[in-house]
C-alpha cells in the first residue's frame, strides 16, 4: 500500500471498476444464453467495450468464469464471520442463512447458479477456486458449531464437521429450488428452512 | 393393448430399446463436455448409429435432453407410492432419502444433474417436463406427511405444502453437494440429512 501513490491507486480503482462491469455485463449474457452458447463478442457488447479492451481484463472466457466464481463465493466467509462472536448461536446461524438466500435471490446472477455448480464440476480451474472458498466457509462453520456445542446450544454429540456440509448443501438446495420454482418463495420455504436448522442443531435438553 | 400384434409389440420394445441406447450415449457424452459443446455427430458416435438413424427417434439436441428429463423423473413418483402405506410415516420418508440419494449417486447421469436444472430454467420445454413431474412428487410428499401427522408421528402444526417442497429442497442439495465434493460423500453426508428429517418432522411429545 505505502508503495502505491494518489495515482496508482486511482488506476487500480479504475481497473477494478472495469472488471466489476465486465463481469457484471457476463453474467447477464450468460442468464440469457448460458456460458457455452454465450461468445465474448455478446459480453463486449453487453458491457460497451471493444474486444480489445476486454481482453485486456480477461483472455477468454473461462477466465470470465472464473472470476464470477471468485467474487461471487468471496462475499461468503467475510459474511460468516460475525456467528463467531454471536451470543446465541442457533439463532445466528438461522440469520446468516436467511441472509444467505434472500442476498442470492436479490442477486442479478442467480441464474447461472446451477450452471456453475456444472462447470466446477468439469472445469478444474473453476472447481480449485470454488473449492478454496469452500474450504474457508466449511472451516468457519466447524467453529461456530463447536463454540455452539461448548455454550450448550448445539448437541454435543453432533458432529461438526459433517453437520456444516449438511447446512451448506441445505442453502444451496432451497436457493435451487426458490430459483427454479419461484412458487416455493421466500415467505412459504424459509421458515420451514429455518426450523429445519433449529431442530437440527438444537441441543437434547431444550427439546422443540 | 389389444390391437397390437405380437409383431407391434417386439417393434415397440425395439424402439424403447433404441431410445434408451440414444439416451444412455447422450448422458455418456453430455457428462463429458456438457450439453451446449457437444453435437449431435458425437451422440451418433456414442451410440454407435448413423445420424439418420438417430433422427428417427429425436429430431434435436433439445428432445433428447427433454426425454432424459422425462426419464430421469418419471422413476420418482413409483418410488415414492409405498410411503402411503408405510407404517412408521418418518422412517419411511428416511429410507427415500436413503434410496433417492444412493440411486442417483450410482446413475450414469449424476454429472448432468445441475446442468439438467439450469436448463430447465431456460428451456421452456424441459421445464415443463420436470414441472409435470414435480408437482406429482410435491402431491404424495403432501399426502404422506398429512397421513403421518393424523397417525400423530409428524407435528400435526407442520405446513405439509412447505414441508414437502423443503424436503425436495434438501434432497437436490445433499446430491448437489455429494457430486461436486466427493469429501461429503454418503458416510458423512447421509447421517446427518436423516438426523435432520427426523427432528425436523417429529412430533412435539416424542421429542429427539
Sequence with gaps: MDQQTPTSLARADRQAEQRRRILDAAIACFARGGFHATGMQAVCAEAGMSPGGLYRYF??????????????????????????????????????????????LKSEGMPIFPELYAEAIRNPAVKAIAERCDVEVHEILVRVLERGKTLGQIDPALDANHAARLLMAFSDGVLLRMLYEPAARLEGLMPMFERSIRSFLAAPEQGR
Tied chains: 1, 2.
Design 59 to 104: 483472455r477468454s472466457k473461462e477466465a470470465i468464469i472464473e472470476a464470477i466464481v471468485e467474487r461471487d463465493r468471496a462475499a461468503i466467509p467475510a459474511m460468516l464471520a460475525p456467528l463467531l462472536e454471536a451470543d446465541d448461536v442457533v439463532e445466528a446461524i438461522v440469520e446468516a442463512a436467511r441472509q444467505f438466500v434472500a442476498g442470492n
